[in-house]
């Protein structure tokens, strides 16, 4: 029998890559391409492969109301949408309980507000993850976190957030609080309460945590690595990390199909500073199906709710 596998997309808009070039962004008068050319693209290749994505939204970007008509939308075409706080903050873990709380929780409701239901799964700007994290989402009933990244190669992840960064790069700690879970934390998924955030609690409460999927050697993988290997290196880490991981789901962002010739022109030319920006689009869908068709030869596809419940049952078996 397959495995089972999610599509996911941690939407970090146009608007959000702006303001990590530390260009001003009105979000309410932006026309942000994320949110039409390029989720089309992935729309189309999941229809294709006939699948729902599951998509984590950035709270602050549905309080442009073509944003927000879009995200309804896609909800209401049985697309999952998660929660990937207000504002977006780069250090989560490293704020107050109180400010953390309110990036969650506006999120929370905004996203709420536009999908019609409660979202039910959680992921923090570059995998920051605090036990109080598991203590809010757990009060806020949420089915499951996907913020841990638990290998050693997340400093370097950070250095690299931290150089491409133009904006107060105070807030991106190459050394972080929880530097402990992405060098001890579990690599599967296990039931998560604020006292035991790292790994395997006895059952408390609902939430579990869905860590990043990893190679035997814990190299984190998601689309973005894709990139970096080789073509061929990439494909045996890839089947690794489907091997090696009981929960396996694919992170992608709008950045992997941005189309360098057309989808930006109305915005600023600081957007060409992004990650693989000018990439030509035919290679990036070329990098995009190639991975698919890797993953779908291994495993059926679901949303993260469903990938979340199956494991759930199994932890409690
Ligand atoms: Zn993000």
């Not at 602050?60 to 049985?78: H, I, P, T, Y």
């Not at 190679?215 to 890839?238: D, G, N, V």
Request: proline content about 5%.
């Amino acid at each position: 029998m397959k495995k089972l596998a999610a599509l996911n997309i941690n939407f970090d808009s146009m608007a959000e890559c702006l303001k990590l070039s530390g260009i001003p962004v009105k979000i309410t008068e932006i026309k942000d391409p994320s949110f039409f050319e390029i989720a089309d693209r992935f729309f189309n290749i999941a229809n294709q492969l006939g699948v729902k994505l599951t998509i984590y939204i950035i709270a602050q970007d549905l309080l442009n109301k073509d944003n927000f008509k879009q995200v309804r939308k896609w909800a209401e075409s049985g697309h999952e949408i998660g929660n990937h706080t207000f504002s977006h903050p780069q250090n989560l873990a490293e704020l107050g309980k109180k400010e953390i709380s309110k990036e969650i929780k506006q999120a929370h409701n905004i996203i709420g507000d536009c999908i019609g239901y409660a979202p039910k799964g959680f992921i923090s700007p570059a995998w920051s993850y605090s036990p109080v994290q598991a203590e809010i989402l757990t009060e806020l009933h949420y089915d499951y976190d996907t913020s841990l990244f638990s290998s050693f190669l997340m400093p370097l992840v950070q250095l690299k957030l931290r150089l491409q960064s133009q904006v107060n790069k105070q807030t991106i700690p190459v050394i972080r609080k929880d530097l402990y879970g992405s060098l001890f934390g579990s690599r599967q998924p296990y039931f998560v309460s604020k006292e035991r955030p790292w790994s395997n609690h006895t059952k408390i409460g609902n939430l579990i945590m869905l860590p990043l999927p990893m190679t035997k050697c814990r190299i984190p993988i998601w689309h973005s690595m894709s990139f970096i290997f080789s073509k061929k290196q990439y494909e045996k880490a890839l089947n690794s990390a489907l091997d090696t991981s009981d929960c396996f789901y694919y992170l992608m962002h709008p950045a992997d199909l941005v189309d360098p010739s057309t989808d930006c022109n109305q915005l600023s030319p600081a957007i060409k500073n992004i990650e693989r920006f000018n990439i030509p689009l035919t290679q990036k869908l070329e990098h995009l199906t190639t991975a698919l068709k890797i993953i779908s030869k291994k495993c059926t596809f679901v949303t993260m709710s469903e990938l979340a419940n199956r494991q759930r049952k199994s932890l409690n078996a």
